[in-house]
């Protein structure tokens, strides 16, 4: 992965691992989901919890693609890295892989859409939000 627009460790939990002591596969996703949250509040100064309560708007995940690569334990620090890969009217591309020490341990594609929580149909990005993905973009433009 590129460098990544957002990066955050997370400390794997017994509660996260199956009898054989790995990561039951579906905690990664759940992973996934808090790094998106920390990523808009943090990240992005976009409350996330605001966003879904007040401003009525949902980023419901809509198309998925995951990778395995090795098995992570309780304990292990998982790096999760976040990118932009498509900024859409209305939806979002996300590419995430999570780490141990540096070792890919899973990589996943994530689509989101855009809705209102209101009547649940697809909806413009607000302009704040897509101000503040697209300065990423634009970050990333004058780097490079």
């Not at 996703?29 to 009525?56: A, H, K």
């Not at 932009?84 to 689509?111: F, K, W």
């Not at 649940?120 to 607000?126: L, R, V």
Request: hydrophobic share 40%; with cysteine.
């Amino acid at each position: 992965m590129q460098d990544p627009h957002f990066s955050k460790t997370y400390p794997i939990r017994f509660s996260q691992c199956d009898p054989a002591g790995i990561v039951y596969f579906p905690q990664y996703l759940v992973i996934s989901n808090w790094l998106v949250e920390d990523w808009f509040t943090e990240g992005l100064g976009i409350s996330f919890s605001e966003m879904i309560g007040p401003r009525q708007l949902g980023l419901p995940l809509v198309k998925l693609g995951c990778e395995f690569m090795a098995p992570s334990r309780q304990g292990d620090p998982l790096t999760m890295e976040l990118r932009v890969n498509r900024l859409g009217r209305r939806s979002l591309t996300l590419d995430i892989e999570g780490h141990v020490r540096g070792a890919v341990r899973m990589r996943s594609q994530q689509v989101m859409v855009q809705t209102s929580l209101a009547d649940g149909g697809s909806a413009d990005m607000p302009d704040d939000i897509r101000r503040a993905l697209a300065a990423l973009r634009t970050a990333e433009e004058a780097a490079a």
